[in-house]
């Protein structure tokens, strides 16, 4: 086991641990029940919106705020889920990284340097990216061992291109 795989690990698990987070406590917050939560955030955003920032809030966020509320708190917690277990890491990357930016438009951040500053902004974008490039699931996680069977039926998988 190599240093940096165990970087790797380390990391991914912490990430994974502040989705669960953040998802569970939406849950137990009635997140997935009612959408006054989120209503009420996105309220707060709307007063001190302009231009694009506010034709999202008015045209995406805020009307749909029923289908993403539920959608934030099972998304959050899936996203953890799947790092912690290493399982279609790519796919829950790309759809946490998506959710970040789309968190990010809707208060505004995205806009501005703010996105610097907020823990949920940048930081968290950068994270989830470098976790992909690194193909964290891969080391550790269910995506390395479906690679190495699916590898010992067409010759190729993850403990085959190490052995090259």
């Known amino acids: 086991?190599?240093?940096?795989?165990i970087t790797i690990l380390i990391f991914r698990i912490t990430v994974a641990l502040f989705f669960i987070m953040h998802g569970v406590r939406k849950m137990e917050g009635g997140w997935i029940t009612s959408n006054e939560r989120l209503n009420s955030v996105l309220s707060n955003y709307h007063d001190n919106a302009s231009g694009f920032h506010k034709t999202y809030l008015e045209k995406v966020a805020i009307p749909y705020s029923g289908i993403w509320s539920p959608f934030?708190?099972?998304g959050e917690t899936a996203l953890g889920i799947s790092?912690?277990?290493g399982l279609l890491t790519n796919v829950s990357l790309i759809a946490g990284m998506l959710m970040?930016?789309?968190f990010?438009?809707?208060n505004g951040n995205i806009f501005s340097t703010d996105i610097l500053y907020d823990p949920y902004?940048?930081?968290t974008i950068v994270s989830l990216l470098f976790l992909f490039i690194a193909k964290c699931g891969y080391e550790y996680g269910f995506d390395g061992m479906v690679s190495v069977k699916v590898?010992?039926?067409k010759g190729?998988?993850?403990k085959n291109k190490k052995a090259n």
């Open 1 to 5: 086991m190599k240093h940096s795989e």
């Open 72 to 74: 934030i708190a099972f």
């Open 83 to 85: 790092l912690l277990i």
């Open 100 to 102: 970040t930016l789309s």
């Open 104 to 106: 990010n438009t809707a």
């Open 121 to 123: 902004g940048l930081l």
């Open 151 to 153: 590898g010992k039926r």
């Open 156 to 158: 190729g998988g993850a």
